[in-house]
């Protein structure tokens, strides 16, 4: 799956409070079509499992979500099961964005956010 970066993406953290543990709060922004939309992601959880680990984290701003990963070892490495629960609020900007918008922000971010997992798995070898 291919997709422009520069159309949407979350952008450096501006702060970050905490080290990862339950409680984290990063203050980034949203980028989309060269608009910012500040955002605050808030770690709720992230603990080890019997199964493997589970993170969540709730994101509030512009365009509240709810994201959950879930690792499980598996053949001889780590299947990574990633949610994103998103619900824009109604706005007059939301109102212009359809479905398929929508969908296409949520496939990019989800893309992106693992393209980052990926590398950040790669350089810890």
Request: glycine content about 6%.
């Amino acid at each position: 799956m291919k997709t422009n970066r520069k159309s949407v993406r979350i952008s450096e953290p501006e702060s970050v409070s905490g080290k990862g543990e339950v409680g984290t709060i990063v203050k980034s922004s949203y980028s989309m079509m060269g608009i910012h939309f500040p955002i605050i992601i808030e770690v709720t959880e992230s603990q080890l499992t019997d199964e493997g680990a589970i993170w969540k984290g709730n994101i509030t701003g512009s365009f509240p979500t709810e994201q959950t990963s879930r690792y499980v070892a598996k053949d001889n490495g780590t299947e990574l099961t990633f949610d994103i629960d998103s619900v824009p609020p109604e706005t007059l900007f939301t109102k212009i964005l359809d479905k398929l918008v929508t969908d296409k922000m949520e496939e990019n971010s989800t893309q992106h956010t693992l393209e980052n997992i990926k590398a950040i798995c790669e350089s810890a070898q």
